[in-house]
């Protein structure tokens, strides 16, 4: 157990919805990693946030957004779903180390649009 | 662009023997590197670092190597044991900056 937590485990939707993804965190953490992983792809950064703000931003589609709340925990808006969109989203938070960061990663949510 | 490869998609050994897993990168930027295993249904977790200013680090049976003028690192697994059957992602970051750089994923068999 990371100590990371998302929600949901699974969501199926229809193509044109919106969804939102759930991240609390590890206890401390400020920042807030959002992350793709579609069917044999590695996993591609979407978008970090820390302490609230925007930090830095990946390979996120303008139908998508997310934030980070006061209490740290970060939302991840998908909308008009497309089926391409189907795949495992992970959040991580992160500790920095004396050499780097590391990253915690939660178990995943696991969107599919039909 | 995919700053961060993994050129074998899968790799099977039998058990006991050593597991290499192979990683390359191409921006000479990047200064600090880690290995993550995932399970089926699980998130990634982290299983080893290296910065740039080592070319080896050890951990049990986890050994990463750094090679910066090549620009590749490699996991060394030995000996390998069927419950390090996994998806082995590296990655690769800048200590200035928080852009993350995984590979696709190398999936490792080990078989009894």
């Known amino acids: 157990d990371s100590g990371v937590t998302q929600t949901p485990k699974h969501l199926i939707t229809a193509t044109g919805q919106r969804v939102t993804l759930r991240c609390s965190p590890r206890s401390g953490d400020l920042s807030v990693y959002w992350y793709q992983q579609s069917l044999d792809q590695g996993l591609q950064f979407l978008i970090q946030?820390?302490?609230?703000?925007?930090?830095a931003k990946g390979n996120i589609l303008e139908r998508f957004s997310a934030q980070q709340f006061p209490d740290l925990h970060s939302e991840l808006n998908l909308s008009s779903l497309e089926l391409g969109d189907s795949a495992l989203y992970f959040c991580?938070?992160?500790?920095?180390?004396?050499?780097?960061?590391?990253?915690?990663f939660g178990p995943g949510t696991r969107l599919l649009v039909l | 662009d995919q700053q961060v490869k993994q050129n074998s998609p899968s790799l099977s050994v039998q058990e006991g023997r050593i597991s290499i897993l192979n990683c390359d990168y191409t921006?000479?930027?990047?200064?600090?590197f880690l290995w993550y295993k995932k399970y089926p249904a699980e998130g990634p977790t982290f299983l080893i670092s290296?910065?740039?200013?080592?070319d080896k680090n050890e951990d049990g049976r986890f050994t990463v190597f750094l090679n910066k003028s090549a620009k590749h690192l490699s996991l060394h697994i030995v000996p390998s044991q069927p419950g390090d059957s996994a998806v082995y992602f590296c990655?690769?970051?800048?200590?200035?900056?928080?852009?993350?750089?995984f590979g696709a994923g190398t999936r490792l068999t080990v078989k009894p």
């Open positions: 991580a938070s992160s500790v920095w180390g004396a050499l780097g960061e590391t990253q915690y």
């Open positions: 290296i910065s740039s200013i080592k």
């Open positions: 921006n000479s930027m990047f200064d600090y």
């Open positions: 990655a690769a970051s800048r200590v200035d900056n928080n852009d993350m750089r």
């Open positions: 946030y820390y302490n609230g703000e925007e930090r």
